[in-house]
């Protein structure tokens, strides 16, 4: 069932990059707990079209059709799924859980919850059976510094890949890990390889197959760029360098790339990574007391109460289906979901 916009739908882009901004596109299951959740999840489509998300508050995984419907939800032995990756395999497909082993919670001082372990990187059915959990690398990082991953990519085979998995640490100890597709550490990247330096809170990750030579996409969002990688490792070049604030998550919409900003707004560039547009920008939200939420009058965080159509808050997860729609999933108090829907 196709989404019915409305002919008062904010139109946000420019050119061929329109889109049509569908507000409140889909509403998480249990309203109670999810409004009082604080929402900092990925976004993921699969194969027939399901969008995935998480829950604001639960550890629930969430499948909507592209129309905003909730058809099946599954409990995770997470602490926050924090990045979600949907693959092909000829197995079937499977889900792949970056989970930062930590989780805010609304409250005096953003009380947060934590796994005493840190973080793990799950890889589940579409039914919600774990099939297997990635090892910790066994990296000289971690002998004393925290876990704590946050992305997930896979070369799939299915795409003529290796099946080697990249994971990125990045809430724990801003390095890139590599696998191979039985699980098997190889190797790790912190962006000292090339001349841009290392990485700091390399947040996302991305295979992307639109030149003859697949590549490896780094959202080094401390940094303010996304560093690029061939699939040995070895540094390439820098995108965004001079654009980018707080690149967060990559999703390919055909041959565009769209990097969530959490600082308020999309990027899209094309495959020569050169800058389309901006989407839904709203950077003065981020200069609000208490962002990415904002606070009452006795300091406490609430749910920003100004959140408006056609403008973004805090994007932190990013989806894309086959016929070019964008999925957005905001970090803040109750969670934000939007949907863009191409114009043209």
Request: with cysteine; charged share 25%; proline share 8%.
């Given at each position: ?23 409140g596109?889909?509403?998480?299951p ?31 995984v ?23 990756t949907s ?8 889900l ?5 082993g ?6 005096p001082?953003?009380?947060a ?7 793990q990187?799950?890889e ?23 876990y704590?991953?946050?992305?997930v990519?896979?070369?799939e ?13 990045g ?19 912190s ?21 003859a ?5 780094v959202a ?6 996304i560093?690029?990688y061939?699939?040995d ?24 790339l ?12 094309d ?14 939200a ?10 009452d ?5 609430i ?26 999933a ?5 969670g934000?979901y ?7």
């Amino acid at each position: 069932m196709a989404v019915q916009v409305r002919t008062d739908t904010p139109i946000v882009g420019e050119g061929p990059q329109s889109y049509s901004w569908i507000d409140g596109w889909a509403q998480a299951p249990q309203p109670d707990s999810a409004a009082g959740g604080w929402a900092h999840p990925g976004a993921a489509v699969t194969r027939a079209g399901e969008i995935v998300t998480v829950h604001p508050a639960e550890p629930l995984v969430l499948f909507f059709t592209p129309d905003g419907r909730l058809v099946r939800s599954w409990r995770v032995d997470v602490t926050e799924a924090h990045g979600i990756t949907s693959v092909g395999e000829s197995a079937g497909e499977r889900l792949w859980i970056a989970d930062s082993g930590g989780k805010r919670q609304p409250g005096p001082g953003y009380p947060a919850q934590s796994a005493p372990n840190g973080g793990q990187v799950l890889e589940l059915a579409l039914d919600g059976r774990v099939m297997r959990r990635l090892d910790r690398p066994d990296h000289p990082a971690y002998r004393e510094g925290r876990y704590s991953p946050t992305s997930v990519a896979v070369d799939e085979e299915r795409l003529g890949g290796s099946g080697d998995i990249w994971v990125a640490d990045g809430y724990g100890q801003s390095l890139v890990h590599r696998f191979r597709k039985d699980g098997t550490y190889v190797s790790s990247i912190s962006g000292e390889e090339g001349a841009a330096g290392v990485f700091k809170t390399p947040h996302a990750v991305i295979v992307d197959r639109r030149k003859a030579e697949p590549e490896l996409y780094v959202a080094d969002r401390a940094n303010k760029r996304i560093q690029v990688y061939d699939l040995d490792g070895h540094f390439k070049r820098l995108v965004g360098a001079d654009t980018l604030t707080s690149p967060s998550a990559l999703a390919l919409a055909g041959d565009v790339l769209v990097v969530a900003e959490l600082r308020a707004r999309l990027v899209l560039f094309d495959a020569e990574d050169r800058l389309l547009c901006t989407l839904g920008a709203n950077e003065a939200a981020c200069d609000e007391p208490g962002w990415p939420n904002r606070k009452d009058a006795t300091g406490e965080p609430i749910r920003p109460p100004d959140l408006r159509p056609g403008l973004f808050n805090s994007p932190h997860g990013v989806a894309a289906d086959a016929h070019g729609a964008i999925y957005v999933a905001e970090w803040l108090i109750g969670g934000r979901y939007t949907k863009l829907v191409p114009t043209r």
